[in-house]
């Protein structure tokens, strides 16, 4: 069974533009978080889809947003990049909102690198 | 804030059980406590969870106090690879943002 899938593996921009990071789930998962990990710090919780929708967001400007797909798939935006969003950011699904319990499965990451 | 509090580091001697404490006083009686750990540059990777009993799998026992305000994550018999960031998280409200505390640094030592 293949695991969370993220592209791409590697993201260099510079300040003001704009990066695109996708994030496959494991079959039959239909919830996916995604993290941000900036150097040295621990994981920041940016935001949760389960079935198409958003469900909760951390504390993160607006210019961090995503959306999630019929297939489950998502992408994260980030727009006019300031140095400080570089990061690896980290996706992971579970199975959904109605299970009792969930073990959360994380992707490799895609580290951004804003110069 | 994250709900759960655990020490920055810790070493352990390589072979011997490593216990890793976790205090999470405000927890829930719906509340699962999981354990995850993160080795370098790496995708966290799920070890174990539990409600109100101990837990015991392939990788690690999880021992949870009767008034599940703390809990311990043992690794039986810690190799170098086991060296890691080990993060508690509390969880069960569907709605909680999850919160990834600062985690404990583990160093086995050879």
């Known amino acids: 069974e293949a695991g969370v899938t993220q592209s791409p593996t590697h993201l260099i921009k510079t300040r003001g533009q704009q990066a695109t990071l996708r994030c496959s789930p494991i079959s039959g998962h239909t919830s996916v978080y995604w993290y941000q990990q900036a150097l040295g710090l621990g994981l920041q919780f940016l935001l949760w889809?389960?079935?198409?929708?958003?469900?909760n967001r951390g504390n993160f400007p607006p210019r961090f947003s995503g959306r999630q797909f019929p297939n489950y798939s998502s992408e994260l935006n980030v727009n006019a990049l300031e140095l400080e969003d570089s990061a690896l950011y980290l996706c992971a699904s579970d199975r959904g909102l109605y299970v009792t319990y969930n073990e959360q499965f994380f992707g490799p990451g895609t580290r951004l690198t804003v110069l | 804030d994250a709900k759960t509090t655990q020490p920055p580091s810790m070493d352990c001697a390589e072979g011997r059980a490593a216990n890793l404490p976790c205090n999470h006083s405000t927890i829930s009686g719906n509340e699962y406590v999981y354990w995850y750990r993160q080795i370098h540059s790496q995708g966290p990777q799920y070890i174990i969870h539990g409600l109100k009993n101990n837990e015991t799998n392939e990788m690690a026992s999880l021992i949870i106090t009767e008034d599940r305000k703390s809990s311990t994550l043992i690794l039986p018999h810690a190799t170098l690879r086991d060296t890691a960031v080990y993060y508690c998280?509390?969880?069960?409200?569907?709605?909680?943002?999850?919160?990834f505390g600062k985690g404990t640094r583990l160093h086995i030592l050879p």
């Open positions: 889809y389960d079935e198409g929708e958003e469900r």
């Open positions: 998280i509390v969880r069960y409200n569907r709605d909680d943002k999850i919160i």
